[in-house]
């Protein structure tokens, strides 16, 4: 009896790892795909990312690279030893420019170790000493020092893959927003500028080529900045309490000159993982792309707004929270914390499709959406039930519903933990 090649390495798949036939699972009602593999007893940490086929991500203890096809450990690289102890918000790592750049640091807000690895060998390609700060895009590395009392920083930056050194000795730049089109744990865009701040002086323009300082932006510190093409968007909050009513004010770059100004307030996808005095630790992100990000309006509506001209290019009339986009598709829900999900046309704000509340809210530990061209993923829960249900983007179909808490996704796949008692299994599907 002869057996075809796909299904002889489909036999070695099931041999090798796990193998777990699609079930009903119980008051959901859909049944689920089988799982392509399992990892068993493998605890993971947030940030799953696909590069070149290969898995990568974090457990309790290392830095691993899985075998996308199969669920083969190709690499695994430990923890540096004395920086194992470590909350959930560290280590972090990124991927930029063909590089896997891993920040290690024993407690948020301490002294970090940056080091940086081939993602299809876990080969070592270079490492950087003690730093307090790191922001990583997608070019450049920005390395940030300061004295013993946070009083005096300065940035360094490095080329992702080799480590070469640009430039040094820049002030510190201030905080950095990018849109959620670049999820995590992929690098935003590095941006023509970036904005540093002034020995508390004001905010200075920067070259982001050489680091050299182009003009004074402003007599006062502002909260972040946003890249804009070859402008600037300088924001900060009216009250001080956040993201909402926030101040945006934009400027071309090269001459620094002002061109619009608006208030608006802005939910933001991804996390903020926090900051030291002076510089940023990870990327805020907001919803939207490149230059089109939706926001709220005064009355709790949703809009997108043009942040080329300030312009707003639609308006929604009924309350809405914009809670994930990749640009082509906007998901909302009437407020942040319950609600039927609705998806609308990001371009025009027309609805397309309605699902059910999925019952779970953005500071539940277990909630993550995923909106790709493709499909949506968005975390649900019944009671102590967790599942993730997988839609076709563009209708709202019901594609497939897996058990168990959303970890990651991405171009074709989804990774689900589920737990066996005090053990967790991480289950790979593709889509």
Request: aromatic share 10%; hydrophobic share 35%.
């Amino acid at each position: 009896m002869r057996t075809s090649p796909v299904l002889s390495l489909l036999l070695l798949v099931c041999l090798t790892v796990s193998c777990v036939p699609g079930t009903g699972f119980g008051p959901f009602g859909a049944g689920g795909t089988p799982s392509a593999w399992t990892l068993k007893g493998v605890e993971t940490r947030e940030r799953l990312a696909v590069v070149d086929g290969t898995l990568i991500f974090l457990t309790r203890q290392d830095l691993r690279g899985v075998d996308v096809l199969s669920g083969r450990e190709l690499w695994k690289v430990p923890f540096l030893p004395e920086l194992r102890r470590s909350t959930l918000d560290n280590p972090w790592f990124a991927i930029a420019r063909g590089a896997v750049v891993l920040v290690e640091s024993p407690e948020r807000y301490e002294p970090s170790v940056t080091r940086a690895f081939d993602p299809g060998t876990g080969r070592l390609l270079w490492s950087n000493g003690i730093a307090h700060g790191v922001t990583v895009t997608q070019d450049a590395v920005f390395i940030h020092t300061c004295d013993t009392n946070y009083g005096d920083c300065t940035t360094a930056r490095r080329e992702p893959r080799s480590g070469e050194v640009a430039w040094s000795g820049v002030p510190n730049p201030i905080g950095w927003m990018s849109a959620s089109d670049h999820p995590l744990p992929f690098a935003p865009p590095t941006g023509r500028y970036f904005a540093t701040d002034a020995t508390r002086k004001g905010t200075v323009l920067r070259d982001a080529e050489n680091g050299r300082r182009i003009t004074r932006a402003s007599a006062r510190d502002w909260f972040d900045w946003y890249p804009v093409g070859s402008d600037v968007i300088l924001f900060d909050s009216e009250e001080g309490d956040g993201f909402c009513p926030m101040k945006l004010s934009s400027f071309a770059g090269g001459q620094f000159r002002p061109k619009w100004k608006r208030t608006a307030c802005f939910p933001l996808a991804g996390e903020r993982i926090g900051y030291n005095p002076g510089f940023l630790h990870a990327t805020g992100k907001f919803i939207g792309t490149d230059t089109r990000i939706a926001t709220l309006t005064p009355r709790g509506g949703t809009q997108v707004l043009d942040l080329t001209n300030g312009d707003v290019l639609w308006r929604s009339a009924e309350s809405g929270t914009p809670l994930d986009s990749d640009g082509a598709f906007l998901l909302t829900r009437p407020t942040p914390h319950q609600g039927p999900l609705t998806m609308l046309d990001f371009a025009s704000g027309r609805a397309l499709w309605t699902v059910p509340d999925p019952g779970l809210a953005p500071n539940d530990s277990r909630w993550r959406t995923v909106v790709n061209g493709g499909f949506t993923a968005v975390s649900e829960a019944r009671g102590n039930d967790a599942s993730v249900a997988v839609y076709e983007t563009s209708t709202g179909r019901l594609l497939t519903r897996h058990p168990g808490v959303f970890k990651g996704a991405g171009d074709g796949w989804i990774a689900v933990v589920r737990f066996r008692g005090a053990r967790e299994d991480l289950d790979f599907f593709f889509v």
